[in-house]
């Protein structure tokens, strides 16, 4: 339920009905824009007279919100958000390139790549050094080792950090270290680990889980906001299908839908969508087209001895060229 408030109602007015929105056991998320006032309403809403709410004079109008989620809403926020992170912001009218190894490796590789996706223009960097591998006999990441060497490439670039945290147990770690963190498919239903980061309050990268419907991604990212932290970015990434060429089916009309009904930036990654390198170009293209507030790309300065996911990296050169394509 949100009620819209008349455009000019005294600030007093609009307390007292917060008030007495809380003695019915309502919480109330208030958002305030330029020249309007929405409360936006959670909680048991069963009990709720909405005509009796629109007899008052400084409502404008009471609308019953259909989707379950409310933080993550576009009714309950109606205009975009816009994450700030070190200075460079994702959404509004920017575009955000993250680029970077799918798992730091080596303190040259990571120097290496990290200089070579500034130059290119990649506005955030990325690097996995907690990896989840469906086998546990794949390259799980450095860990901590890992998180030190994202650090200096962003000591000698600027670039700020987003790096996935898996578990609970290396959460705070993964924190103290990043910018931004990421929080990968399989984990978009790992609640307790949404509120964990939640409660963190730094920025979270929220990747669409493998098998996840729109309205269960908006509610996996209302967990986190429901902790009080707003600062949730989607990443659209790839879901199952049938088709076993790509590694999974891209969902572009996924961006158009989330900007109706949500007001959060999102993001595509390309690489893990298709698992093919040569279809990353493409697709960040058609991202872009459909109104993709950035890209994330896996780049790799030697691909083919990648420790996970050389297949879908591109090589620094192939990034400069597509960054030059897209500008
Ligand atoms: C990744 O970004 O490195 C990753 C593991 O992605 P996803 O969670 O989308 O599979
Ligand atoms: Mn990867």
């Given at each position: ?68 989620f409310?933080l993550a809403s ?144 908006l509610?996996?990212a209302e967990?986190?906001m ?36 949500s007001?959060l ?63």
């Amino acid at each position: 339920m949100i009620i819209v408030m008349k455009a000019k109602t005294p600030r007093e007015d609009i307390d007292k009905l917060i008030k007495k929105l809380e003695q019915m056991d309502l919480g109330v998320h208030e958002t305030v824009g330029e020249n309007y006032s929405i409360l936006g309403l959670i909680g048991d809403t069963s009990k709720f007279n909405k005509e009796q709410f629109e007899s008052y004079e400084s409502v404008e109008k009471v609308m019953r919100v259909q989707h379950p989620f409310k933080l993550a809403s576009r009714l309950f926020h109606p205009e975009d958000t816009v994450v700030e992170v070190g200075g460079t912001k994702i959404g509004g009218d920017k575009l955000t390139i993250i680029a970077g190894p799918c798992s730091v490796e080596t303190p040259e590789q990571m120097i290496e790549i990290a200089r070579d996706v500034k130059e290119a223009g990649a506005t955030l960097l990325r690097g996995g050094a907690y990896k989840p591998r469906s086998s546990p006999y794949s390259f799980q990441g450095l860990g901590e080792e890992g998180l030190k060497l994202l650090k200096k490439a962003k000591e000698e670039t600027g670039l700020p950090i987003v790096t996935e945290a898996i578990c609970l147990d290396t959460i705070d770690i993964v924190a103290k270290y990043s910018d931004v963190i990421q929080i990968g498919a399989r984990n978009m239903q790992n609640f307790s680990l949404l509120k964990k980061a939640g409660r963190i309050g730094k920025p979270v990268l929220l990747k669409r889980g493998l098998s996840a419907t729109i309205e269960e991604w908006l509610m996996a990212a209302e967990y986190i906001m429901s902790e009080g932290n707003e600062n949730v970015i989607l990443c659209e990434r790839g879901i199952r299908t049938f088709e076993t060429y790509t590694r999974n089916t891209l969902d572009l009309s996924a961006v158009p839908v989330i900007k109706e009904i949500s007001h959060l930036p999102i993001i595509v990654d390309p690489s893990h969508a298709t698992g093919k390198w040569k279809m990353v170009s493409p697709l960040s293209k058609g991202a872009i087209a459909v109104g993709a507030d950035g890209l994330m790309i896996e780049v790799h300065n030697n691909p083919e001895c990648a420790l996970c996911d050389g297949p879908q990296s591109l090589k620094p050169s192939k990034f400069k060229q597509l960054m030059n394509e897209l500008a």
